[in-house]
């Protein structure tokens, strides 16, 4: 089965950068789908950017262009690099994989960003 898990979060300054990773097991090779989503406390989760196997990436607007996804399928790894983080960034930070229809998600990461 697969499996996805998250690391890398933690505290940051306003302005700092963090980068988050995801590693993912029990997939095949072939195409897939990768995406991170965020949910800050009392608020609903929202997507925040997507990757497919060939590269090609979206970025939600609140990200785009602070924000840059990757992924390496050799090492079956993602990660999503983070720049220019205010407070409003602050949030868990889950990492989501699917392929042939099934989804898998991670178990999340906290990001906090003080001002």
């Known amino acids: 089965q697969v499996q996805v898990v998250e690391s890398g979060g933690g505290l940051v300054q306003q302005g700092g950068s963090l980068n988050l990773s995801c590693i993912v097991s029990g997939s095949r090779p072939g195409t897939s789908y990768m995406s991170w989503h965020r949910q800050p406390p009392g608020k609903q989760r929202e997507w925040v950017a997507e990757i497919l196997s060939y590269g090609m990436t979206r970025y939600a607007e609140s990200v785009k262009g602070r924000f840059t996804i990757s992924r390496d399928d050799a090492k079956a790894t993602g990660v999503l690099k983070m720049n220019d983080l205010n407070p409003e960034d602050s949030a868990i930070y889950y990492c989501?994989?699917?392929?042939?229809?099934?989804?898998?998600w991670g178990q999340g990461t906290q990001v906090t960003v003080s001002s």
């Open positions: 989501h994989f699917r392929q042939d229809g099934s989804d898998a």
